[in-house]
Structure formats: C-alpha cells, structure tokens
C-alpha cells in the first residue's frame, strides 16, 4: 500500500525523511481465522473463515504527547540551537583535530 509522504526540507537539508499521516493496515492469516487492524483505533478484528467477524480485540492505548504540550520546549531548545544554515549544533560537521 502506499501512504503519502511528506519531508520538511530547508535548502538541501531534510529533517524529517519520511512523515506516515496514518497507520499502515495490517492484515495476518492464522489456523482458521484472519486478524485485521487499519491501525485508526486500538484494536483487531479476527475474522473466521466464512468471513464473519467474530471477535473484536481491543487494547489501552498509549499516551500520546500533542504538540501543544511540547511546542515550547521544542522552540527554545531545538530551534534556538539553529544556526543561519538551518542547522542544529548536533547535525554540524564534526572537524578531526588529527
């Protein structure tokens, strides 16, 4: 299946090489039944042969952290960090003394 891609690139520099908008569908054979999950809710439907679902197995998710929670920190400690190229200190080249 193919999922959109997308990159947050900065002149030749790309941050983020692959960015999935959504869970890539699963789909397992086992014995007589089928597992299906399309990875938008926690949960798997298992399937019997004849194509009825028969149960549906559901799971806690985990915590998810949202940019809002995490924007600020983001700012001041990586983007600050950013020199005129677009580039953090940790991404700079490293020159050997050697």
Avoid: C
Wanted: charged share 25%; net charge positive.
């Amino acid at each position: 299946m193919n999922r959109p891609r997308l990159v947050n690139q900065v002149g030749p520099i790309i941050h983020y090489p692959f960015v999935p908008l959504y869970a890539e569908p699963v789909v397992v054979a086992a014995g007589e039944y089928a597992y299906f999950g399309d990875g938008s809710e926690p949960q798997v439907y298992r399937v019997d042969s004849a194509g009825a679902v028969e149960k549906i197995i559901r799971w806690r998710p985990a915590h998810r952290v949202r940019t809002r929670e995490v924007w600020e920190w983001y700012k001041t400690e990586t983007l600050a960090e950013m020199n005129e190229d677009g580039r953090t200190a940790s991404a700079r080249p490293r020159v050997s003394s050697t």
